[in-house]
């Protein structure tokens, strides 16, 4: 199972269907799908981070289902959240995380130019800063500035199949440029 991490606007979505469609039998959960079944909810009155279990849930369907490639797209931005939805996960399957990242200007332009979407004005600020600080606990960097989708969709592959961005094993070596 690969997931994949990154502010909004990175590519996350983009690059999570093209993995997905490069295996016979992929599935791919979207964060912001998952969210969209919230319709209502009062501050303080339900459990925290629901829509991270809910993803690591649906996700472990698809496992247990045979599919051989399963892509989370999600914001995770920091090793706790991500050590939460691993949890929740609770499969013997192996779990590779990589961060899409590109600078804070070229993910607000894309996040600014999104069609048939709600714009995030500062939440992509704060979550760009946030991952930043974080960097190095929360999976393999794959920089998406200036590259194709399928440049990255080939990267991911290749650093998953060398054991790279396996969830227990990240180094804090990993530095955003």
Known sequence: MILLNGPPG????TVARALAASASNGACVHGDALRDF????QPKTVRARTTYRAAARV???????????????????????????????GLDSLLYCFVLWAPLHVVGERERTRRHRKRLGRVVEQTHAAIEANIGSLGQLIQTENRSVAEIVAEVLAAANAGLGRFGEMRASHVAP
């Open 59 to 89: 996700a472990a369907v698809f496992i247990e289902s045979g599919y051989d490639l399963v892509v989370v797209d999600y914001v995770f931005p920091n090793a706790a959240h991500l050590r939460e939805f691993a949890h929740e996960l």
């Open 38 to 41: 919230i319709v209502a909810r």
């Open 10 to 13: 990175v590519g996350k979505t």
